[in-house]
């Protein structure tokens, strides 16, 4: 009789440990699962890019005062993101870019009705310093693959805007164009005062970023007129720029 009560007693003592390390256990894993998650602290940091484009700038008027004229070109910059919470980040950087475009103007022979043989091939290549300052955001899309969203200003400095003329006049109507002021010979459109340096824009753009690489494009509208000497009354001209570009960070 002792035997049994001493083995139902081994076996009542066994049957409570084990009941008491699998309650330990469920305990345990319900805490794991109920225990957040560590979110990792903002730092400010610094995100290096050197970027490598294609522009395209369309200098336009509002009517025909201004002739009109498309340029194309490549720019090269370094961009610095200053990188905020919540995947925002403010990029400000410099870039220096560099166009080239063509068109020609018909001017009526002041003696005769005929265009056709009055002509001014103009032949433009601009050199200029831009500024921009954009807020970016990042969609995480897939592992390291982001879709970003920008807009901002930017501040475009002109360096120099040659024009280096071809041109099919007669004597007369040169001499009449040189007395309205309009240029027969090359000259620099910024030094001879013809343009103002500084072109205000706002942009807006988007891109793919994977990584370290990214690829976007956007457009950058002109908001402040450009021509400072008129030759005609209320002459109006515009700098909308349009690019892609090609980034690395560092």
Known sequence: MRQYLFIGFIFLFTSAVFAQEAKNEINFNIEENNKKP???????????????????????????????????????????????????????????????????????????SDYSEQSIKHRVLSHNLAIPVRATIYIKLWKKLSLMFYTGPQLVIGIAQTDYMKTNLNDETKAWLKSKDVHTEKYDRFSSHELIRPNIQYGIGLGLQWDKYSVYGGYDFGLNNLVKQNTEIHQHMWNWTWHVSFAYAF
């Open 38 to 112: 560590d979110v990792q602290p903002y730092k400010f940091s610094v995100t290096y890019r050197l970027n490598v484009g294609y522009l395209q700038e369309w200098q336009h008027s509002l009517d025909t005062s201004f002739p009109e004229q498309h340029l194309y070109g490549p720019q090269l910059g370094v961009t610095f993101d200053f990188n905020l919470p919540y995947y925002f980040s403010i990029q400000t950087g410099l870039f220096y870019q560099i166009s080239y475009g063509q068109n020609s103007q018909h001017w009526k022979n002041i003696n005769t």
